[in-house]
């Protein structure tokens, strides 16, 4: 039996005004399923807008006599909307990996490494001490991406980690936990870490580049790999660059330009700390570590060669918007913020207590200009790209630009209105030319807008994302010109949708229009 969403809030003294109505709904658990998909008109939508668009986050937060603590650690859950034929068909459905399985098995929140300890905590059992650290680890609904196009329904659903999950997009199924035939990781070492955020490769090889963060399991130096899959070889990760560092490097995202690779070392991986708890939390383990920003050469690979390191003012990052070169160096624009928000920010607790979330840190997207050559060499020049009264994050900006040269970046803003933090807005900003739009409803919260390119120009496109109305408690799917901010397409979800992580749209990844118009729903 589920713990009650009341017994829920009662934990966390949840805390609702009438200026952020409904904002707590986004902390609700939403389990059912609609599968198989239930199709709606969308006459605004543009008839050349063809594929899927997957969403994911988490969408239980308890089970049986437990409730987690950090909305991250919640069981993940997918949203699908097939796009095409002027409709959208929306399906959903919880993810059956091994840590979603083994709890429902349990009736309660299982064993395996989270954030924060549940309430009440877990206990292993006394003769098998280490069973959060044993237990599997594949809660991964951060992010997605396709392997090949010669597969467009395979994805790799990802998170920090270096275990991805093999994930079936037209049946909505964890199809297993990826496997890796490589030898990549170094001999009595061991690569845990990763990124939730690999990027398409941008020096013309194709692929996917990702990193891998590890330690020694005895004497020695920790590392950053950073390595290519190619789309031929899925399961073997190719070797571009390597360096070390003395303390093992926790990186949710990470830069990426045509000739390199930049990582920002603001929190490490306190293993010890994690020992503490026998893997039961990962949270503790994140520390503040300012080490500088590390820039390493992928192309050509350049595997044992030193990194350039550069120093500013100390930051903490959770995403960045893009990084290009120029004619002096490298542009980096990245969320920069006072505390580590990963670890702190997303407390169920803090979400549901107005006070709270409504004075945190604020988190603006800065620009940074690593100087490579001329007088400036081996410096760094900030600007802030964002309102400084306001939170700017989840920052997209239309694909065909990424790792180049571009102008106009799109974000989740906070504290849009004024002083409430749930006053949300799905930001337009154009740098170029100084000009900022936004698409805003009082009281409705929007997920991150993912950008679908619809033309060549950097403007030609739609974003697609979804808005929970908090008055009425109702999730919609919404559609908006790229260009414009004008909404094309909103149309109300027969479930909630509560608060999500990233969203991917594969291309002409989607049923017929006629098989689109014929498919059915039902609420499991």
Partial sequence: MLVSQQVVFSLFAAVVVADDVGYEKLYESSATEVWPAQCFDAPGLPAHVHGTFLLAGPALFEMGDRAFQNALDGFGKVQSFKLGGGKVCFSTRMMQTGFYNASVKAGTIGHGGLFMETVPPRHCETLHPMCN??????????????????????????SDTTKMVDFDLESLSVTGDHTWDDHMVQFMHTAPLGSAHPLPDPAGRGGT????????EGPGQS??????????????????????VDKTAYFHSFGLTEHYAIFPHNVAFDTM?????????????????????RVVQHNPA?????PLVFQTEPFFHVHIANSFENATGIVLDISSSSSNLLATALTIEKQLNKTIRDSGDKIHLKRLHLHLSGDQKGKVTTQTLSVESRSSEFFRINPLFQSKEYCIYYATEWFHAGSAYASMAV??????????????????????????PTGTEEADGVLVFTALDGVNGVSHFVTVDAATMTEMTNVALPVRIPFTAHGEFYAGVAAAAQSLATETMVLV
């Avoid at 990760?237 to 360096?243: A, C, H, N, Q, T």
């Avoid at 026998?278 to 920003?293: E, K, L, N, P, V």
């Fill in 133 to 158: 650290m044993l237990a599997a680890g594949d809660n991964n609904y951060v992010n997605s991406f396709q392997v090949s196009a010669d597969e467009p329904n395979k994805l790799l659903m990802v």
């Fill in 223 to 244: 590392f950053v790999d950073v390595y290519r899959l190619d789309p031929a070889n899925p399961k073997t990760r190719e070797l571009l660059s390597r360096y070390s």
């Fill in 273 to 293: 700390a994690m020992f503490k708890t026998f893997g039961a939390t990962i949270g503790s383990a994140m520390t503040s570590h300012w080490d500088g920003i």
């Fill in 427 to 452: 930001l337009r900003h154009d740098v170029c030319k100084g000009e900022r739009t936004y698409w805003a409803k009082e009281n409705w919260y929007p997920s991150e807008a993912v950008f679908v």
């Fill in 209 to 216: 580049i990702g990193i891998a963060s590890g330690l020694p």
């Fill in 302 to 306: 350049s595997v044992d060669k030193e």
